[in-house]
């Protein structure tokens, strides 16, 4: 794991988009792995930005999302279609065809599951896997306890998860209870896995991540295993890294080293 910690969010934000936009100055076409949650929306706007100015080509790539919820058709407002469309596909006018997330309303989502990660293999696999961290350690929706070996499927979203996702659905609303989810081994097949954490509420789950026991109680300590996972933290998230300073020597300021 290379653990990158910046002074604060803006910091750990534009060194996030920088990772995507290296990958994609190198290979245009490349398969990007995309994540919702509050933490990517300045990642995303960060991205149009660079694309706006001309310094990154977007248009180019294809994209998986992690996760959809089960129930929530693509129009429907808190679905993860909806807020790929509007936080990056509509103002980007990208081709629908290259986005890709999994289909909440399918009539069979255990096969919606399969068929996804069949389809991530015939695009060739992802390049680039863009992951949050929730509270409780989850990448994706691979709450606790999730297989540590499992392919894409329906997973149950636990309580606390639900509590969190709350605020981005109305008061009368509901927050589905199930959602299908790039399994972990399908994240771990990932060419490079990009975690993005900021902000003290995720700094117990990162410690669990990066420095607690491979183990399904922290989905995300899974990572120990990929053989290219860069994860990029701002100075909250980082706080409880008992090795906090080690990483921080590894990498000053977020920065490679030169060995000589
Ligand atoms: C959500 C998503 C995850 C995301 C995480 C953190 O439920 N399924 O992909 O990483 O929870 O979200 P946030 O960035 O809003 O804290």
């Not at 100015?53 to 089960?70: C, I, K, P, Q, W």
Request: glycine letters at 8%; hydrophobic letters at 45%; a negative charge.
């Amino acid at each position: 794991m290379k653990i990158l910690i910046l002074p604060d969010r803006e910091a750990a934000v534009a060194a996030c988009v920088d990772l995507i936009a290296q990958t994609l100055t190198a290979t245009p076409d490349a398969v990007l792995g995309l994540a919702t949650g509050g933490t990517m929306e300045p990642v995303y706007a960060g991205l149009l930005a660079r694309a706006r100015a001309g310094e990154v080509t977007l248009n180019r790539m294809t994209s998986f999302n992690l996760d959809e919820y089960v129930g929530l058709p693509p129009g429907h407002p808190q679905s993860y279609h909806t807020y790929m469309q509007e936080r990056l596909f509509g103002p980007l006018g990208f081709d629908p065809a290259r986005a890709h997330l999994p289909r909440g309303d399918a009539s069979d989502p255990m096969a919606e599951a399969v068929r996804y990660d069949a389809a991530i293999m015939a695009a060739g696999g992802i390049d680039l896997q863009l992951l949050g961290i929730g509270g409780n350690g989850h990448i994706g929706f691979n709450e606790p306890s999730s297989s540590l070996a499992s392919p894409t499927r329906v997973k149950t979203l636990t309580r606390a998860t639900r509590a969190a996702n709350a605020r981005f659905f109305g008061p009368d609303e509901t927050v589905p209870q199930f959602a299908i989810t790039m399994g972990i081994a399908t994240i771990l097949r990932s060419r490079h896995a990009v975690l993005l954490a900021t902000g003290g509420p995720k700094a117990a789950a990162v410690a669990a991540m990066a420095e607690g026991p491979l183990s399904a109680r922290c989905p995300a300590s899974a990572l120990q295993m990929h053989p290219k996972a860069t994860i990029v933290l701002d100075a909250e998230a980082a706080a409880d890294l008992e090795l906090r300073q080690y990483y921080e020597t590894v990498h000053p300021q977020g920065q490679e080293v030169s060995l000589d």
